[in-house]
């Protein structure tokens, strides 16, 4: 049974006050020469010596707990930008082929082989369970819809429309026309104006970022994981990082007037 240090510093130095007390006791009784009188001397120094000692060891653990604590979380946050590094190269480096591109058709293809490439960073990059990252691209009419058209992650595939004039698809609009995010961490519990619960679509947290280059949208990135807290608001800035990522490669050759009345 592991005793705790406080516990452990009262115990030692308890024996040694009692160590200390018994040879007052036998040397009373004995006199000068009382036979256990050498052994009581000796067990109350140690134990004293033991009970001075316990602090200065446990100082010492914990100091070094704490350094290896720190020096965790360094490796893990190398470990981390070393991963996210891997994933965004490739990404960089496929805007930098659509842009130079010598036609418009192999632009149009690099452009929709960009997506995959997004999709996948976001549904490996973020620690949920059974993490998907969906991308809803906008269809222009009347009215407006938001369209689920390709999807990274676990294999169920998205199935909401988000529909101008309903009150899920006006909040998700009013999120890409004032560039803001949807997030929850259960959707159950918190979910944000106009979204259903985890009865409807099966997951129980998520973050819904814009896709939209300039003044222009293309759609909207969502991540969203199977547990509670899976999407956390701290994973936020890395899904708008990889939403600007992706709607620099749509914006490369899309001209869709229609698409720029949404903002209007």
């Known amino acids: 049974m592991r005793i705790p240090p406080r516990r452990r510093l009262y115990l030692t130095t308890t024996v040694g006050i009692a160590s200390v007390a018994l040879v007052a006791i ?40 704490r350094k290896t604590a720190e020096q965790e979380a360094i490796e893990a946050a190398v470990e981390m930008r070393v991963t996210i590094n891997d994933a965004l190269d490739p990404i960089v480096r496929q805007l930098g082929r659509i842009a130079t591109a010598a036609n418009r058709q192999e632009r149009g293809n690099l452009r929709e082989a960009t997506i995959p490439m997004v999709l996948d960073s976001a549904a490996h990059l973020i620690k949920g369970r059974r993490v998907r990252a969906c991308l809803f691209r906008l269809e222009d009419g009347s009215p407006k819809k938001l369209v689920p058209v390709q999807y ?75 547990n509670v807290g899976g999407v956390s608001r701290s994973d936020i800035p890395f899904a708008r990082l990889l939403a600007g990522l992706l709607a620099g490669a749509l914006a490369y050759g899309t001209n869709e007037e229609g698409i720029r009345r949404l903002v209007r």
């Open 152 to 226: 990274a992650g676990r294999a169920d595939a998205p199935l909401t429309v988000f529909t101008e004039g309903t009150p899920e698809g006006d909040s998700v609009f009013a999120m890409i026309r004032d560039n803001e995010h949807a997030h929850s961490a259960d959707v159950d519990r918190d979910p944000p104006p106009g979204w259903a619960g985890s009865a409807d679509h099966g997951y129980r947290s998520f973050v819904a970022v814009p896709v939209v280059a300039g003044h222009t949208p293309y759609g909207i990135l969502t991540v969203d994981a199977m």
């Open 26 to 65: 036998s040397g009373a009784e004995a006199g000068e020469a009382g036979p256990w009188k050498p052994w009581w001397i000796v067990l109350g120094v140690v134990m004293s010596v033991v009970g001075a000692a316990v602090p200065g060891y446990e100082q010492i653990r914990k100091e070094r707990q």
